[in-house]
């Protein structure tokens, strides 16, 4: 069992790992993006909203706490020694994760204002912008990602003493 997540651990942080994470992440991005036009052009209700954005917060979240904590992941398994410089691949991924990182909570943080208790928001101006602030985010995920993907696939590889 430990074999096999070691395994699965090493191809998730791998070059082609992040990659395809990414993919898949720009994907959801896509569509729920779609799913939130969408649901606002037909003017529904805005808790139909929480889930679709909440949904990908979490997932840059995850996402992002993945990639920024790159090199400590190849500690733990054994890829490189406790003293060990990071790669080039680290250097790009601390960036990403911690814009992953911040985008998700944000959008996460505007989701959630619109459930104040008090209501005082429902259905007027500060409602829909709210809304309309994690559109714009999820937006900036997006282009995140597709700045993710073509860094990881174009750039040059760097020695470990130029990623500092």
């Not at 052009?41 to 679709?52: M, P």
């Not at 979240?61 to 500690?75: C, D, N, P, Q, S």
């Not at 500060?126 to 860094?151: D, H, K, P, Q, Y």
Request: overall charge negative.
């Amino acid at each position: 069992m430990r074999f096999a997540l070691k395994l699965l651990a090493k191809a998730l942080i791998s070059r082609n790992g992040f990659l395809t994470l990414n993919l898949i992440l720009a994907l959801l991005s896509v569509a729920v993006l779609y799913d939130l036009i969408s649901v606002l052009a037909r003017g529904v209700n805005v808790d139909s909203l929480d889930d679709l954005n909440g949904n990908v917060a979490t997932i840059m979240v995850a996402f992002g706490v993945l990639i920024e904590e790159r090199h400590e992941i190849k500690k733990l398994l054994g890829l490189t020694d406790h003293a060990g410089e990071r790669d080039h691949l680290d250097g790009i991924s601390i960036k990403y994760g911690i814009m992953y990182i911040v985008m998700g909570l944000f959008i996460e943080v505007f989701v959630e204002a619109t459930k104040i208790p008090f209501r005082i928001f429902e259905g007027g101006p500060v409602e829909t912008g709210l809304i309309g602030v994690s559109v714009a985010l999820s937006f900036g995920g997006l282009w995140g990602s597709i700045l993710f993907f073509m860094e990881i696939l174009f750039s040059k590889e760097e020695t470990a003493s130029e990623v500092h």
